[in-house]
């Protein structure tokens, strides 16, 4: 598991809302070099934004295959101006938006439904070109249990719900997740 300490987490939150500041300033990409060295690892992550408890955006780089900070910062963006879900986020919100990031583990293929566990997995079902994950987090903040966990995947997915009984591929991943309140 990714391991981040209180300064390392401090400062990719900060970043996060940088970048979302310096956006609105510039509309380019801040250039950034972390304090911490940690932050030049290869990780994966998500970043959530929220406004009033309620979800504002949500993307994320799956791969470890880029420093967590560029992924953190890249990802912050997408959430901002890019999830499909929700309007462009607007300058005079993001002093009432709260930001919440998930560095993820690696993925694993489950072989057998009890591996999953719901609050400490995030889940991954695939099938075909369809694909949809869901942050351990999610589970908990809607108190899903396991198998409603596997369908609302599948749902995200564009699959029917069933579909984790019927040949998609099932994975799961941990996370590290801190945030800000929300409020």
Same mark, same amino acid.
């Given at each position: 598991?990714?391991?981040?300490?209180?300064?390392?987490?401090?400062?990719?939150?900060?970043?996060?809302?940088?970048?979302?500041?310096?956006?609105?300033?510039?509309?380019?990409?801040?250039?950034?070099?972390?304090?911490?060295?940690?932050?030049?690892?290869?990780?994966?992550?998500?970043?959530?934004?929220?406004?009033?408890?309620?979800?504002?955006? *949500?993307?994320?780089?799956?791969?470890?295959?880029?420093?967590?900070?560029?992924?953190?910062?890249?990802?912050?963006?997408?959430?901002g101006f890019q999830?499909?879900?929700?309007?462009?986020?607007?300058? %005079?919100?993001?002093?009432?938006?709260?930001?919440?990031?998930?560095?993820?583990?690696?993925?694993?293929?489950?072989?057998?439904?009890?591996?999953?566990?719901?609050?400490?997995?995030?889940?991954?079902?695939?099938?075909?070109? *369809?694909? %949809?994950?869901?942050?351990?987090?999610?589970?908990?903040?809607?108190?899903?249990?396991?198998?409603r966990f596997l369908?609302?995947? *599948?749902?995200?997915?564009?699959?029917?719900?069933?579909?984790?009984?019927? %040949?998609?591929?099932?994975?799961?991943?941990?996370?590290?997740?801190?945030?800000?309140?929300?409020?």
């Amino acid at each position: 598991m990714f391991e981040l300490g209180p300064g390392e987490q401090s400062e990719l939150l900060a970043l996060a809302r940088r970048t979302l500041e310096y956006f609105f300033q510039s509309h380019t990409l801040l250039n950034y070099q972390p304090q911490h060295p940690s932050l030049h690892s290869l990780a994966g992550s998500f970043v959530s934004l929220h406004r009033h408890v309620e979800l504002r955006g *949500c993307i994320g780089h799956l791969e470890a295959d880029r420093a967590v900070y560029i992924n953190v910062m890249e990802s912050a963006l997408a959430a901002g101006f890019q999830d499909p879900r929700f309007p462009p986020l607007e300058h %005079g919100e993001l002093s009432q938006v709260s930001i919440e990031i998930s560095v993820l583990s690696a993925f694993t293929v489950v072989n057998d439904m009890e591996e999953i566990r719901t609050g400490t997995h995030g889940l991954m079902i695939s099938m075909g070109p *369809c694909r %949809g994950l869901l942050l351990p987090q999610v589970a908990i903040r809607f108190g899903w249990d396991r198998i409603r966990f596997l369908e609302e995947a *599948c749902f995200k997915a564009g699959l029917p719900r069933d579909s984790w009984l019927r %040949g998609a591929m099932i994975e799961t991943f941990s996370a590290l997740v801190f945030g800000e309140e929300i409020t």
